[in-house]
Each structure stands twice: as C-alpha cells, then as structure tokens.
C-alpha cells in the first residue's frame, strides 16, 4: 500500500495525513499573509529547533521583506508524580530583539508550554511586537496561554512526523507530515 510506509527502512509505520503540495501551497499563503501584515517594516524570525527547520527554510522564501533570522533550542523534559514539564530554552538570541517585530516559529504546538515559555522570554528583550507561526496547531492539546496569529494547519491529538518533526530523532526528512500508525 503506497500511503503505508516505513517498514522497509526500519522505521514504524505511518500513513501520509499532509502531501507536499498541500504543505507548500499553504506555506506560500503564510508567507504572503507575513508579507502584507508587516509591509513597510523588518522581520526577526525566531525559530525553535530542530522542528522549526524545514517549515522555516521554506516560510521565510515567501516572505518579501528585509528578515533576520536566529534559533533557539527547546526541550521538554517530564518529572515527578504531577507529570508537571519543565521547558528548557537552550542558545542565546544573539540579534538584539528590543524594538524589532519577533515572528516565533515553530513547527507544532501541541500543550502550547514551549511556545508560551519563549514568547515570555522575548517579551523581556522588549520587541516592537512578538507572535507565533507554526505549522501546525493540536489547540485540543493546549495546557498554556498561547496566542498563535499563522498557523498552517490544525490537526487533532495525533502523534506526527515528518517535514522537520520527530519521532525519537528520526523521519525529520520526510518531505511530507505523516501520522504514525498505532500498534
Ligand atoms: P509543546 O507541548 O507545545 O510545548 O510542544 C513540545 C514539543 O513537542 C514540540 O515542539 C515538538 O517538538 C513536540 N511534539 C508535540 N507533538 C508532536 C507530534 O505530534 N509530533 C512530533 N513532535 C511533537
Ligand atoms: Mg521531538
């Protein structure tokens, strides 16, 4: 079955759920709405590694304005018998933010803990204005306050992989958002 994948290659399997075409006309859409939002200013984009990385290569290709960009690292680790997560922001933003527009960008926002940690974090440099992109959005899986202007798409609580996105370190370089399949 061609929409089955995976086992050949060691991988478990999963099934196409976004094809490439569907991600890059959107992506272009994204780009363009950027584009005319913020006409007439500069951009700082902001991404979150290492799943920001495939989306933000091509996002910032349709974004017709003077950009910068810098990365910054995020992990999320669960402990204790609350099951409490602790999100820790790795990597300096050597581009000083104070009075500059801040596009974070993310390639998912599932509790919406890792978004709202930086979006704090940047407040405190004292931007111009700072908002989240992502690619795709879980908003039932939401546990934080977040704010996301862009988002691309919005999915359910499903586990995804691929177009930058993980399942322990591997299918990031899957062109395509496939969904893993259970069992
Ligand atoms: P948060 O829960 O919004 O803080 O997201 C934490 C991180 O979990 C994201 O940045 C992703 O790296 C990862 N993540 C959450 N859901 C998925 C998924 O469906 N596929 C791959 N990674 C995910
Ligand atoms: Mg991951």
Known sequence: MKSVQGNKA???????MLDQKKISQRV????????????????????????????MADLMRHIKLPVEIEFISAASYRHG???EDDVVI???????LKRRHVLVVEGIVDTGRTASVIVEKIRKM??????????????????????????????????????????????????????????
């Open 81 to 83: 018998i609350r099951r």
């Open 90 to 96: 790795g990597g300096g933003v050597a581009i000083p």
């Open 126 to 183: 004292e931007p111009a204005s700072v908002e989240v992109v992502t690619l795709l959005d879980k908003p039932a899986s939401h546990r934080a306050k977040i704010d996301i202007k862009y988002k691309g798409f919005t999915i359910g609580n499903e586990f995804v992989i691929g177009f930058g996105l993980d399942n322990a370190q591997l299918y990031r370089n899957l062109p395509f958002i496939g969904k893993m399949i259970e069992g």
């Open 28 to 55: 272009m859409q994204l780009g363009e709405r950027i584009s005319s939002d913020y006409t007439g200013e500069s951009l700082v984009l902001v991404g979150v590694l290492k799943g920001c990385i495939v989306f």
């Open 10 to 16: 060691g991988l478990k399997p999963f099934e196409l």
